[in-house]
């Protein structure tokens, strides 16, 4: 019966290593951080993903704690960086500032999050 | 983002539709993540598959002890409705005799999507499950010689959109089970088979959900994946025996949650004497057929044509 369990978990794991697919992406990591706090304003956001983005679908924004934009509206995958996601900001007072993504990845599956990061306070 | 033409119109517009179904797929509501747990049903239409979950139970209460290698498949019909289909290879050792194996009942599941609520992290599932009679070894291993009828509402909810000022209580997650359960046969061999109440939760801590969306406190691939979570599942019989003879367990455990597979363990400590002594343990391999076949078999069979 061992045997037979062995079998069966190894077949499973070489058979999803051996397929080339895609799947939902993740937020792996983001500049400023994820709930950090920053001491000055930064030029932009940056969101690295776990997965390829679809350009036509993937999007992000920035607002103050009124609720406003703060970015300058050109969010873009980087050229030769699929999996991540940039928006510029204006020059951002001290603050809390909160960021809303929603992407695509490559094979159609939808994402999202929202995060927040303190200005003025690191 | 950068206009774009017609075509691209077009294009884009096909991967919008079939993102729509996609949003539905594996255990997502908004921005919170739900895996697959391994005692509790789980509350959502979902393309996976548990292949294999590897089950050593406690001792019962009369000492027998069983191991148990099962398969589970989940699959939508469309993006809404679901089932899921699984069945078991069972060693039963009682104490002091030969062990014997065999198959245990096959189980099936109907599955609805009522709802999935992005913003406040919440989902809702209508089942109905069903053991089938006679599909194991009754007489040696002890499968039913009747069906059981299980209707049952499921839930998860993060919670998420608790107030910022309280994150490290917003990668929290809970899901659970409400059901009964309807034998269609109140007497086997002498003994009384009840209608039952079931019920089960999962508390479960997300560690890519801290990661994500409250505050990176550093954690890399593959430590950002894993879901700490205690399960809990009771059967409480509601006629024809005393409802004090209630058993469960209490499974605490960890998932960790890959792109296409996840993989969890959990202890197995039984809740009362009823239930059995000693611990025994599950471990369970589980792939996200969705994100391994998206434009295949990972779709609702309603979008294969």
Known sequence: MRRFIVALIAGGAVTSAALAAQAHAFLDHARPAVGSSVPASRPIVTLWF????????????????????VDLGNAHIPQGSPAELQIALKPLPPGTYLVSWHVVSVDTHPTEGTFTFDVGSG | MKPFGAGAVFAAAAILLSANSAALAHGWAGQRFFPATILTDDPFVADEISLPQV???PPGPDGAQSTAVEIDLSKRITPNTGFVIGDQWQRLQPSGLPAVTGLGALHT???YQLFINGPHEALGLLGLNVIWAHTGRVQALGAPDFTTLAPTFNFGKGLGDLPRSLPYLRPIAITGNLGFGFPTKTESAGVLNPTTFNYGFAFEYSFSYLECCVKDIGLRAPFNQLIPLVEVAFTTPINRIPANQTIGTIQPGIIWAGQYFQIGAEAI???NRFTGQGYGGVFQLHFYLDDLFPRSIGRPISEWW
Not at chain 1, 51 to 57: G, I, K, M, R, V
């Open chain 1, 50 to 69: 776990t997965q390829d983005l679809e350009p036509a679908f993937s999007d992000l924004t920035v607002t103050n704690e009124a609720g406003q934009r």
């Open chain 2, 109 to 111: 599941e109907a599955q």
């Open chain 2, 55 to 57: 089950t050593v139970t």
């Open chain 2, 269 to 271: 400590i039984p809740a």
